[in-house]
């Protein structure tokens, strides 16, 4: 195809619209452009074909021999872009959303609330992926990631989901009988942190505890340290949405709060990156988010 022999495609789009509608006025209206721009494109390509394409009709118009074959053609060929355009859009719309989420916040907190989602929301599809490590959601096609941190990622969009307030927590066996009111309460209890999320224990440390001399069990995951401690191995210090539910329950028994200062689970999305679906989940996840604050 020699592109060079071939007219804007602004104009030509102009003139279907003018040939179907017969009058520069409602076309214009249809392309949200102005009543002499749709003239002016289409004495272009008259120009440009040196052919007659409208001409007037009393006080409308009327589409000359070579017009009517040039407004059939082009109304095919729109109409073959357009069904390629719709075709492709159906197919990433029915698609599952791909989303990336830590694997604490997906066992604490997403799961025991998605059923609800589910049920409201049974024609959308959800490919969730536990991961510890930050994935590069462009290059791998994610269509949302849920992460903890201070929502500052360049060339991605973030929303706070839940404020970054940390407990410390432990089974109320555990303190029972003691009077806990602050950190220095407990530091001749063992601990229990997870390996890979050593900045809890700096934000810790950030109060003025020295953990040198504190009994840390490292575990490879959140999961197992929040198990570990509805079992009593140890004090630990999580994000209050993770264990929000244990507290309430009676499970775990909070001793004091640390404020995390800007720090929370942000919902990260690529901006203009909107499959079918997206918008509803997210405010799903805004609304439970909501009725836990």
């Known amino acids: ?173 555990l303190i029972r009988g003691r009077a806990v009111n602050c950190l220095g309460d407990v530091t001749d209890l063992p601990w229990i942190l997870e390996s890979q999320m050593m900045e809890r224990r700096a934000i810790i440390e950030r109060e003025g505890i020295d953990f040198e001399n504190v009994d840390i069990k490292l575990m490879d995951t959140n999961g197992m340290v929040i198990s570990g401690a509805l079992a009593g191995l140890g004090v630990t210090v999580q994000p209050k949405s993770l264990v929000q539910a244990e507290i309430k329950a009676g499970a775990l028994a909070k001793i004091c709060e640390i404020r995390g200062e800007g720090l929370g689970y942000y919902l990260v999305t690529v901006p203009n990156r909107a499959p079918k679906g997206l918008k509803v989940f997210r405010a799903w996840l805004r609304s439970a988010a909501a009725r836990d604050a």
């Open 1 to 173: 195809m020699n592109w060079n022999r071939i007219p804007s495609l602004a104009g030509l789009r102009a003139f279907e619209a003018a040939a179907r509608c017969l009058s520069f006025s409602k076309a214009a209206k249809e392309l949200n452009v102005t009543h002499a721009a749709i003239a002016q494109h289409v004495r272009n390509l008259e120009a440009d074909f040196s052919e007659s394409l409208l001409v007037r009709q009393g006080r409308g118009l009327a589409l000359t021999a070579n017009g009517v074959q040039l407004a059939e053609s082009l109304q095919v060929g729109f109409d073959e872009i357009a069904r390629g355009v719709e075709n492709l859009r159906a197919k990433n719309e029915d698609r599952p959303l791909n989303i990336t989420i830590t694997p604490a916040f997906a066992t604490s907190w997403l799961m025991p609330r998605i059923g609800e989602f589910w049920a409201n929301h049974p024609d959308i599809s959800l490919n969730l992926n536990p991961s510890i490590g930050l994935v590069d959601i462009i290059r791998d096609s994610f269509d949302l990631a849920i992460r903890f941190g201070d929502g500052n990622w360049p060339n991605l969009t973030s929303e706070l989901l839940t404020d970054g307030d940390f407990w410390v927590v432990s089974h109320p066996d």
